[in-house]
């Protein structure tokens, strides 16, 4: 039998270095979670005697992260959860699943690598009903249930992972008092920030801090660039096509993205340094200019992560803040997010597997990690203010203001392209050596390569 919910939960271990689920992070039925959900999921499912193997990405302190929710899922079910990863994941499931012992769950950040699974039949479907789940339960659904759907072996999409844990990449980082100082208002469109750009020019600063460097990795932040211009300027539709290469990538719409990201990076007098500085400013030095007096400049674009990089004691909110980067309204396609996350997959078809998937459309799945770190969600059903601080709680804002979610596209191409030749052709089109034609045609080349 499982355990009472709020009484002993002693005896029930999560192994593989898991802590024991006595040590519940937030005790139940305590604090502004949704208990309600956690009490009905548990009074649901029994699984006392059976064991749940998980794999995933995370170690460290992220495992814990992690480890602290499974800790829920063993108290309310009975079950003894072990998880496991590796620092080559990606090599291990591959591994894992051709000799036939996979775990139940997995967890990946690569839809790519989800594909290559599904499509050797080593992946279960999630079924019509968890997919009217996302697409009714998310912001944006459907977009969710995009991400998650997979071609199967017999050549059928249905819906195969479940998002779960998400980054936001359409971001611009400031430092308040600049702004307060100069007078500057916080953009709404990219009319608006284009005009700010300007006027800062106007009155004798410099709008944008941009680095590419990345050692052999230099170039991938101008992808997101391309990819966040992409979203506000074509349909998603038009986005998903060109990550797959039904459009091609040197297409006119594609081409004008980059220009797009151009308008910016190439302009002298937006970008501190001059464009001729973008490719070799490494991108982990480039926000420091927000942080100089003067400023060195007044924007940063860059993903949920680039905090790390900011100097020691800057308080996010306070020395440092974002804003959404801002969709053109007078295009009228919503407020696009680019962004990436992980999915959660079946492997191994078992009731503990069925039962874990329902576990992480609980509202209780999500709130327990976000009042923790790191942990991001367009659930909409969450309480938001459990977030544990201002910045993860602006960030799910704008998950939920979203009305399209894109992952990252460069992790969506074949890695020769997306971690490849589109990295170099970014390095070579801010260089100034060639034009975005030009660059979009030797990309376009690479990938006729690979088929």
């Given at each position: 039998?499982?355990?009472?919910?709020?009484?002993?939960?002693a005896?029930?271990?999560?192994?593989?270095?898991m802590?024991?689920?006595?040590?519940?992070?937030?005790p139940?039925?305590?604090?502004?979670?949704?208990?309600?959900s956690?009490?009905?999921?548990?009074?649901?499912?029994?699984?006392?005697?059976?064991?749940?193997?998980?794999?995933?990405?995370?170690?460290?302190?992220?495992q814990?992260?992690?480890?602290s929710?499974?800790a829920?899922f063993?108290a309310?079910?009975?079950?003894?959860v072990n998880?496991?990863?590796?620092?080559?994941?990606?090599q291990?499931?591959?591994?894992?699943?051709?000799?036939?012992s996979?775990?139940?769950?997995?967890?990946?950040?690569?839809?790519?690598l989800?594909?290559?699974?599904?499509?050797k039949?080593?992946?279960?479907?999630?079924?019509?009903?968890?997919?009217?789940?996302?697409?009714?339960?998310?912001?944006a659904g459907?977009?969710?249930?995009?991400?998650?759907?997979y071609?199967?072996?017999d050549?059928?999409?249905?819906?195969?992972?479940?998002?779960?844990?998400i980054?936001?990449?359409?971001l611009?980082?400031?430092?308040?008092?600049?702004?307060?100082?100069?007078?500057?208002?916080?953009?709404?469109?990219?009319?608006?920030?284009?005009?700010?750009?300007?006027?800062i020019?106007?009155?004798?600063g410099?709008?944008?801090?941009?680095?590419?460097?990345?050692?052999?990795?230099?170039?991938w932040p101008?992808?997101?660039?391309?990819?966040?211009?992409?979203?506000?300027?074509q349909?998603?539709?038009?986005?998903?096509?060109?990550?797959?290469?039904?459009?091609?990538f040197?297409?006119?719409?594609?081409?004008?993205?980059?220009?797009g990201?151009?308008?910016?990076a190439?302009n002298?007098?937006?970008?501190?340094?001059?464009a001729g500085?973008?490719?070799?400013?490494?991108f982990?030095?480039?926000?420091?200019?927000?942080?100089s007096?003067?400023p060195q400049?007044?924007m940063?674009?860059?993903?949920?992560?680039i905090?790390s990089?900011?100097?020691?004691?800057?308080?996010?909110g306070?020395?440092a803040d974002?804003?959404?980067f801002?969709?053109y309204?007078?295009?009228?396609l919503?407020?696009?997010v680019?962004?990436?996350?992980?999915?959660?997959?079946?492997?191994?078809?078992?009731?503990?597997?069925r039962?874990?998937?329902?576990?992480?459309?609980?509202?209780?799945?999500h709130?327990l990690?976000?009042?923790q770190?790191?942990?991001?969600?367009?659930?909409k059903?969450?309480?938001?203010e459990?977030?544990g601080?201002?910045?993860?709680?602006?960030?799910?804002?704008?998950?939920?203001?979203?009305t399209?979610?894109?992952?990252?596209?460069?992790?969506?191409?074949?890695?020769?392209v997306?971690?490849?030749?589109?990295?170099?052709?970014?390095?070579?089109?801010?260089?100034?050596?060639k034009?975005?034609?030009?660059?979009a045609?030797?990309?376009?080349?690479?990938?006729?390569?690979?088929?």
């Amino acid at each position: 039998m499982k355990f009472p919910i709020y009484a002993g939960v002693a005896g029930i271990a999560l192994v593989a270095g898991m802590s024991h689920a006595q040590d519940l992070k937030f005790p139940p039925g305590e604090g502004g979670f949704n208990w309600d959900s956690y009490n009905a999921f548990a009074e649901a499912h029994d699984l006392s005697g059976q064991t749940l193997n998980v794999f995933g990405p995370w170690r460290g302190d992220d495992q814990a992260l992690a480890e602290s929710i499974w800790a829920y899922f063993a108290a309310a079910t009975g079950a003894t959860v072990n998880y496991s990863s590796s620092e080559s994941y990606e090599q291990q499931i591959v591994i894992d699943t051709e000799a036939g012992s996979p775990p139940d769950i997995a967890v990946l950040p690569q839809p790519g690598l989800i594909q290559n699974l599904v499509s050797k039949g080593f992946v279960e479907p999630l079924g019509e009903e968890t997919a009217a789940w996302l697409a009714e339960n998310y912001s944006a659904g459907d977009s969710w249930v995009g991400l998650g759907t997979y071609t199967g072996p017999d050549g059928t999409d249905a819906l195969y992972a479940f998002p779960y844990k998400i980054d936001v990449k359409s971001l611009v980082w400031y430092v308040p008092d600049n702004f307060d100082d100069a007078g500057y208002e916080v953009p709404t469109s990219m009319e608006e920030l284009i005009a700010l750009s300007d006027q800062i020019v106007a009155d004798g600063g410099t709008p944008w801090c941009i680095g590419l460097g990345s050692g052999g990795a230099t170039g991938w932040p101008a992808t997101d660039w391309v990819e966040d211009m992409m979203l506000r300027t074509q349909p998603p539709e038009v986005y998903d096509g060109w990550v797959t290469n039904e459009i091609p990538f040197n297409d006119e719409r594609v081409v004008a993205a980059i220009d797009g990201f151009g308008m910016f990076a190439l302009n002298d007098d937006y970008v501190a340094g001059g464009a001729g500085a973008v490719a070799s400013t490494d991108f982990r030095d480039s926000p420091k200019g927000l942080f100089s007096s003067p400023p060195q400049c007044y924007m940063h674009k860059q993903a949920s992560f680039i905090p790390s990089f900011f100097p020691e004691g800057t308080e996010l909110g306070v020395d440092a803040d974002f804003f959404y980067f801002p969709s053109y309204a007078e295009k009228d396609l919503g407020n696009p997010v680019l962004g990436a996350g992980t999915l959660a997959f079946i492997t191994k078809d078992s009731e503990a597997a069925r039962t874990f998937i329902e576990f992480l459309k609980t509202p209780i799945a999500h709130e327990l990690w976000m009042a923790q770190t790191g942990f991001l969600t367009p659930y909409k059903s969450v309480d938001v203010e459990l977030y544990g601080d201002s910045t993860l709680k602006k960030m799910g804002g704008i998950l939920l203001d979203a009305t399209t979610f894109r992952f990252d596209g460069s992790d969506l191409m074949p890695a020769g392209v997306g971690a490849g030749t589109f990295w170099t052709g970014m390095v070579d089109y801010t260089g100034g050596t060639k034009s975005a034609a030009d660059v979009a045609g030797e990309i376009q080349n690479s990938w006729d390569g690979l088929k």
